[in-house]
């Protein structure tokens, strides 16, 4: 048994993290664009500070990234040299409605995604896109106050709308939120909120996600109108929690912490809001307006597939126990496992377990859309990286995928690597952080020749990709 024959191999990318140009062809100021990199950044995403200009004293790394807006043509020639089926990329909102609330879009920027996918096609890659990654208009967050106003549906339905009468035919797969479970944990990167003094934060979140799942909903109602063809997907911050012993108050503790991520895959993929959620903010005094309008959106217009990332498992538990630096995400440290340099637990066999789970869970094809190992690369001369680490951490995985689909049954349409090519990160906004089979001659600071050169991995993901994942050595 193997992977299917027609299984999606490829990469992932966001528009902040790589393409640039933040200020060029009539693109508008979105949140990435004013998040640093250093220390302000973590107080900026999760809203608890308000940058709403650029400060002096700070480096803005999405104004710039690796310039892919100039270099897609050569990013993508790479790219379909290791033989990719598929790229996934998202669309910058700011370039097709700079404001947001614009009645019209912004040709430049519908011409330049077409441009992309043009290329994408040209050799044979498959585009999978979403829709919104990481990225929101500033004056939707100034003006309305981001993702908790309802407003929002109707400004996201019209960018829906424009993109999938534009790419109708071209495009087969699209995502309609990254992680939308990290609004959770980087409220003001995931959904541009930024909080008052006294505000209780968790409200208006929920009210945010509520706004979200409708918003999910209705343009998986479009698009079955325009482009019945297409197939839409949610997509989901993962990685399961473990107990952190079989005391039954960590395993119920990780059952809750399991949920709070599932809750949104729950809504998006069997059409209504679980009892338990609902009963929590209910219990809290936080539950969001939904209306029977609302319903009835969210019943008739669940996800054809559930997509999700995957970097690492994580740990809950009932004790004060010591937590990890994980990235946003709270966890327990698990003793059974090595850490990165940036302390995100390696745990293949995890993405088996995970994978099963969602399975289970949902009983629909799932599509892996991130994994990938974060690391600081030293390059020869001649930009040359011996990356045999992030070869490992790839092929550990992968086995464990093959196993989850060729044994336990999995129905798996796809798995994208993420940052094929090196790329600012979400988290951190460093450059230093490196996911790629191409090196980026670019530091965190913006110095560097943008130069492009491959790595080890790259000819080994090639080979892999060629073999169908048969070849991993
Ligand atoms: P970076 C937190 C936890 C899990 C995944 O992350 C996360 C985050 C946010 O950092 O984000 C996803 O770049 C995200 C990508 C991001 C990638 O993981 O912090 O969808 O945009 O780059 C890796 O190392």
Redesign the pocket.
Known sequence: MAFRKDFLWGGAT?AN?LEGAYNEDGRGLANVDLSPVGESRLEVITGRRKMLDFEEGEFYPAKNAIDHYHRYKEDIALFAEMGFKVYRFSIAWTRIYPNGDDEQPNEAGLQFYENLIDECLKYGIEPLITIT??DFPMNLANKYGGWRNREIVKFYERLVTTLFKRYKGKVKYWLTF??IN?IL??PFMGAGLYFEEGEVIEKTQYQAIHHELIASAIATKVLREIDPDAKIGCML?AGSFYPETCNPKDVFAALKANRDNYFFVDVQSRGYYPEYKLRELEAKGILPEITEEDKKILKENTVDFISF?Y?SSRVASVEDVEQTDA???KSARNPYLEYTE?DWAVDPLGFRITLNEIYDRYQKPLFVV?NGL?AVDKPDENGYVEDDYRIDYLRKHIKHMRDAVTIDGVDLLGYTT??PIDLV????GEMK?R?GFIYVDRDNYGNGTLERSKKKSFDWYKKVIESNGEDLD
């Open positions: 966001a993290q990654h990481f990254n992680e990290i944990h980087a911050a990332s970097y990235n946003l995400v940036w991130e974060g993420w940052g990160s979400a988290g951190t952080k996911y």
